[in-house]
């Protein structure tokens, strides 16, 4: 249901309830709010309100159910599908509870739902400690936890949602209640990697771990022409790499914002992204054998503040580009997959355009299986597209540009899909990001959302 058709005054009584602000189309502030990383997406809420605590997600949730309004939920608005935001419904706006509180004695974390990892490790990191998170600063800790969450350090200490130890969560009835081990083990286990399918999040405990203040970090750059050596030679080494060793792949455009010298600027280049997350000697001695292979024409790992590594890829992800992703998970990096890389990557069709790769393994394949709903463990690489442009003329271009890609890979590709990297044109991927999990968590959805008001997300319909 649209919300134009309901009194204006019964929006007005919505406002009087709430803490935070409710934006309506013309209202200052209102663009900035339903504007989302993505620059693809373009929806405009029929009003927005920006909760300032789990009250205001109560008095919402009540508000878009007794309404039957469509209702989407913004953590940190990173979704590529843009699924924070919806036409003529009701959009709750996390932003403002980005608190993070840390406790050092018993290494945990408080964190509110509309806080970004840049927010986390700020706060984290003045105790030397962290957990895992995305690799990107602006990213939502809401949504990268709730679809599993990969990082520099899940090798080493799993999964983001692997190290939560409860969840505050509002519930399709508008209640508050506490998800753990202890308390609905089900719905805990269900909203690590079954998305926000089963309320809304207010805010996240998580265990922390001593890392830093400082990694061992860098990048090795090579030229294409030694793309397919570096990459054979890097699955090698990341077969028996210890779980603190991760690496990341990448494909990127050379350019002047990245530092590479002027003669690159243009040319596609493949970047490994090096972290070692424990003891810096210990670190040399273990990427020593990555680092004298080939001769990369750059060598920056060295000591990094944790921090300017979670930064580190900020400048390639920042917000305003229009953006379209596809991704694959592999058991195995062939040689017939590197093949198939190398031949379509160059030339990169933008200058802001990644394709790259992601090493699973380690601690997240070493818990237990059914411990959450993620089911991806026992996948070993994950590989994605991510054409990035600005002119809207070019939409169809690039989209086909990774289309075709993606499909000259999939031959090699394991079943199953991130359920954080979907696209919105992959419902039909939906089920396949479950897994072996699909009908559990059905179960669920039946149970603590029988009406599917949260269904701005990847996803799962209730049978009842
Ligand atoms: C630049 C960039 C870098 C990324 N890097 C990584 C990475 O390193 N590792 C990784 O695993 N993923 C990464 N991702 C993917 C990321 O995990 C997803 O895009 C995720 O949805 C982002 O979370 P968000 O809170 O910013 O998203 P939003 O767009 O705000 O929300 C996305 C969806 O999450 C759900 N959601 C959000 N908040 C809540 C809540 N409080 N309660 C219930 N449901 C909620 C809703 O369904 C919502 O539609 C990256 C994405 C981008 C754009």
Redo the contacts with the bound molecule.
């Keep these: 249901m649209a919300i134009e058709h309901i009194e204006q005054t019964t929006v007005e009584n919505f406002a009087e309830q709430v803490n935070g602000q409710v934006l309506q189309p013309g209202d200052d502030g209102y663009d900035e709010a339903r504007t989302?990383?993505?620059a693809m997406i373009d929806r405009k809420p029929a009003a927005i309100v920006r909760c300032t605590g789990a009250a205001d997600v109560m008095a919402a949730v009540d508000f878009a159910r007794d309404l039957d309004l469509l209702l989407?939920?913004?953590?940190?608005?990173?979704?590529?599908a843009?699924?924070?935001v919806c036409d003529n419904g009701l959009m709750i706006d996390?932003g403002e509870m980005n608190g993070v509180r840390v406790d050092p004695k018993t290494q945990t974390a408080r964190v509110g739902?509309g806080a970004?990892w840049g927010d986390f490790d700020h706060e984290a990191q003045t105790f030397g400690l962290a957990t895992t998170?995305?690799?990107?600063s602006?990213?939502?800790?809401?949504?990268?936890t709730?679809?599993?969450?990969?990082?520099h350090l899940h090798r080493k200490y799993g999964l983001?949602s692997d190290n939560l130890r409860s969840i505050d969560?509002v519930t399709a009835d508008g209640e508050l209640v506490h998800a753990s081990e202890d308390e609905n083990p089900d719905l805990f286990w269900g909203m690590r990697g079954g998305?926000?399918?089963f309320?809304?999040?207010?805010s996240f405990e998580f265990d922390l771990h001593e890392v830093g203040p400082e990694v061992l970090a860098g990048r090795l750059l090579y030229p294409y022409e030694a793309a397919a050596e570096v990459l054979r030679f890097n699955r090698e080494f990341m077969a028996d790499a210890p779980n603190e060793v991760m690496c990341y792949p990448a494909f990127v455009q050379g350019n002047p914002g990245a530092g590479h010298p002027e003669p690159l600027h243009g040319e596609t280049l493949l970047v490994l992204l090096v972290t070692y997350s424990d003891d810096i000697a210990e670190g040399r001695e273990v990427l020593r054998p990555l680092r004298e292979f080939a001769d990369p024409i750059a060598d920056t790992i060295r000591p990094t503040p944790y921090t300017e590594l979670q930064q580190s890829?900020d400048e390639l992800?920042q917000e305003g580009h229009r953006?379209y992703w596809k991704s694959h998970f592999y058991h195995e990096v062939s040689d017939e997959f590197i093949e198939t890389v190398v031949d379509h990557v160059d030339p990169m069709p933008s200058p802001f355009t990644t394709v790259y790769g992601n090493w699973l393994s380690g601690a997240t394949a070493e818990a237990d299986l059914d411990a959450t709903a993620f089911p991806h463990r026992d996948k070993t690489f994950l590989f994605t597209i991510s054409p990035k442009w600005t002119d809207p003329e070019r939409d169809d271009e690039l989209i086909e540009w990774a289309q075709e890609f993606h499909d000259a890979l999939t031959p090699y590709a394991a079943d199953g899909v991130?359920m954080?990297?979907l696209e919105r044109d992959e419902d039909e991927r939906i089920r396949e990001a479950y897994g072996d999990r699909y009908e559990r968590l059905v179960e669920l959805k039946n149970e603590w959302d029988p009406n599917n008001l949260?269904q701005?997300?990847?996803n799962i319909e209730p049978t009842v």
């Design positions: 989302v990383w993505n989407s939920v913004k953590g940190g608005g990173h979704n590529v843009g699924r924070a996390l739902a970004t998170g995305g690799i990107v602006m990213t939502g800790v809401a949504g990268l709730l679809g599993g969450g990969l990082g983001a969560v998305g926000g399918n309320g809304i999040a207010t890829a992800y953006n991130y954080n990297y949260f701005m997300n990847q």
